[in-house]
């Protein structure tokens, strides 16, 4: 039955490959006009008019409040889906922060647990035919990254004091490198914020460019356009996990700077 559904499904993409071919296969493909940030209204663009990017960003908070307030509200004994899956985010977003970044950070969990629902959100509706992706721009995760960093540092020096310069002086080491792995470890506790945001627009953006190229073939290639469909399928499939993973390991990678603030020694 599966292989008779198979070449059936075949025969269907070839055949609509014929009917629907092109006069003429003209290969233009623009992967990163799905970037492109525009106005809701009118062509201007300054720093007060809705964009696509206000839109997107507006259904990703839409859809968390969807889920953590309205899909919970019941707070049924045997819950539905809705309820399982905000209880199951609870649960594994909370038991991040514990093990990570230990008993004192679970005080920072609504932050955390805020960040991870953002950000999932928007990566997959940006999954959806025709939305747009507002975790591919650098200027949504830089925002979100510097105020980890602001954070974790107010946060380190609030609770320790000087006491938090001790996470740049390498005690283990031998006293004549340790000036040298202090600036080191200076460089690279600034560098934390462009890590942190490039690491998750960057893969974003490449994943939905890849897809669109991929689009681009199979509009050009006409009969043996079920080649490029072929690869969407795939493609969108990692997609999905990829969506999921790098808000796991933005969200991850903030607990970790939150711990070096809380317990600063080497």
Request: with cysteine.
């Amino acid at each position: 039955m599966g292989k008779i559904f198979f070449y059936a499904a075949l025969a269907l993409v070839l055949v609509s490959g014929l009917i629907f071919a092109p006069a003429e296969s003209k290969l233009a493909i623009h992967p990163m006009d799905q970037f492109n940030v525009a106005a809701l209204f009118g062509d201007h663009i300054s720093w007060y008019t809705p964009t696509n990017v206000t839109l997107w960003m507006a259904l990703a908070v839409a859809a968390v409040f969807a889920l953590l307030v309205m899909g919970s509200s019941r707070r049924a004994i045997v819950p539905g889906r809705a309820q399982s899956v905000a209880e199951l985010a609870y649960g594994f977003i909370y038991k991040m922060v514990e093990d990570v970044a230990g008993k004192d950070g679970v005080k920072f969990f609504p932050y955390i647990m805020t960040l991870f629902m953002f950000i999932v959100m928007a990566n997959f509706l940006g999954l959806i035919p025709g939305s747009f992706t507002t975790t591919s721009h650098i200027a949504v995760t830089a925002v979100l990254a510097a105020l980890v960093f602001f954070t974790v540092t107010i946060v380190g020096f609030v609770k320790n004091g000087a006491g938090f310069l001790g996470l740049f002086w390498v005690s283990s080491a031998p006293l004549a490198l340790r000036p040298v792995l202090a600036v080191i470890e200076l460089i690279s506790y600034f560098v934390r914020p462009v890590s942190h945001s490039i690491r998750l627009a960057g893969n974003v953006m490449a994943g939905h460019a890849v897809l669109k190229v991929f689009a681009g073939f199979a509009a050009a290639l006409g009969m043996f356009s079920f080649l490029p469909i072929f690869a969407i399928t795939a493609v969108y499939a990692l997609e999905v996990l990829v969506a999921f993973i790098q808000a796991y390991v933005f969200t991850i990678l903030t607990c970790v700077y939150l711990k070096d603030a809380l317990h600063p020694s080497h």
